[in-house]
């Protein structure tokens, strides 16, 4: 799942930094694009950057050592996206009552509805 995700964003990435379309995009489109599209954009153009901070770990048993990015938890970001609807989701679902729910439609024939539209 996770090499899929790269994938995504690898592709996403070089969509946008290619021919540098995002900076031309943004050139000429400036005045229609909200700032918060333009904010997400570049955080995710960012994502995963070593550059941008890193957490180091250590394995105490041998010399390895690793660095994992500081990633953006951005909305854009098919990496980040995915991990914070994830978090949104459990939240909901611990939020709801845990019953059994029943979806039930009624409806009304066509020629009884103005009787039900006039009474009060």
Aim: glycine letters at 4%; hydrophobic letters at 35%; a positive charge.
């Amino acid at each position: 799942m996770k090499d899929k995700l790269r994938i995504h964003m690898d592709q996403l990435k070089a969509i946008f930094l290619d021919n540098h379309n995002w900076e031309r995009f943004k050139k000429k489109h400036k005045k229609k694009i909200r700032p918060i599209v333009i904010r997400e954009v570049e955080k995710f153009l960012h994502c995963g950057d070593l550059s941008n901070g890193f957490r180091v770990f250590k394995c105490e048993a041998c010399p390895n050592v690793q660095r994992f990015p500081i990633r953006c938890k951005g909305k854009f970001c098919p990496t980040c996206a995915v991990g914070e609807a994830q978090k949104w989701a459990e939240v909901q679902a611990n939020d709801m009552y845990h019953t059994m729910h029943r979806h039930v439609i009624l409806t009304i024939d066509e020629g009884l509805r103005p009787i039900f539209a006039h009474h009060q």
